[in-house]
């Protein structure tokens, strides 16, 4: 078990540009989630992958971000046109399961945080 | 709507003192619930979960947890608190049916030498 990667971990862009984040979930894990953490608060819910299919997005989720999980194994965040609301921590989170019901505990990583100029 | 609070935005104990953080959540049925601990630039530990059974949890790090339906509550405790635990401290909740997490606001636990 080598834990739930995320990369980068620190990402610092001007606001209008794209930013692209990776995560790298536990390899037997086969449910992914993505979370967001704004300072003082705790994380929200974004989006979550069962395999590679995405079956929830938050309404927080805007058209101007997209998740993708391709192969069921890592998943990629993409924010377009960053605007200096989004500067925050984007957590990743993995977990085993099959069925209905979040019964199985989430395994998060150690987030990318970033930063709008 | 399902919500859950964390009432204790900060806390300060000292070292060797016992700690209790609350956590109370809002929604008809039983939820999964859970506490998780933030250091600084990191990402989240689970700490302990409820899913069923014993209300009682025991968790890692010598915490200990107390799930009461009546009260909709679910607080974190620890006997006898160490300098490495200052931290932030969230309390989350799943419910059946879903797969997010519904996470307080945090707790940030500072502990005085």
């Known amino acids: 078990d080598t834990g739930v990667s995320q990369d980068p971990r620190h990402k610092i862009t001007k606001r209008g540009q794209n930013v692209t984040f990776r995560c790298d979930p536990i390899?037997?894990?086969?449910?992914l989630y993505w979370y967001r953490q704004t300072l003082g608060q705790g994380p929200e819910f974004l989006t979550y992958?069962?395999?590679?299919?995405?079956?929830?997005k938050s309404r927080l989720l805007s058209d101007r971000f997209s998740a993708e999980r391709p192969k069921g194994s890592f998943s990629t965040l993409e924010i377009q046109r960053t605007e200096q609301g989004d500067s925050a921590m984007y957590l990743c989170?993995?977990?085993?399961?099959?069925?209905?019901?979040?019964?199985?505990?989430?395994?998060f990583g150690d987030g990318t945080r970033l930063s709008i100029l | 709507a399902q919500s859950v609070t964390q009432p204790d935005i900060h806390i300060t104990v000292s070292e060797g003192a016992s700690l209790e953080l609350r956590c109370n959540y809002s929604?008809?049925?039983?939820?999964?619930l859970f506490w998780y601990v933030q250091s600084p630039g990191q990402g989240l530990q689970l700490l302990l979960k409820?899913?069923?059974?014993?209300?009682l949890v025991q968790g890692i790090k010598g915490f200990e947890a107390e799930f009461k339906r009546s009260q909709s509550s679910f607080n974190l405790r620890k006997p006898s608190v160490h300098w490495s635990d200052a931290a932030e401290y969230f309390c989350?909740?799943?419910?059946?049916?879903?797969?997010?997490?519904?996470f307080g606001t945090g707790t940030r636990l500072k502990v005085l030498a």
């Open positions: 409820y899913f069923s059974g014993d209300t």
């Open positions: 989350a909740v799943a419910f059946s049916g879903t797969y997010k997490y519904i």
């Open positions: 929604y008809g049925a039983t939820p999964y």
């Open positions: 989170a993995s977990s085993r399961g099959s069925g209905t019901g979040g019964n199985q505990p989430q395994h």
């Open positions: 390899s037997e894990h086969n449910r």
């Open positions: 992958f069962q395999n590679e299919a995405q079956l929830e």
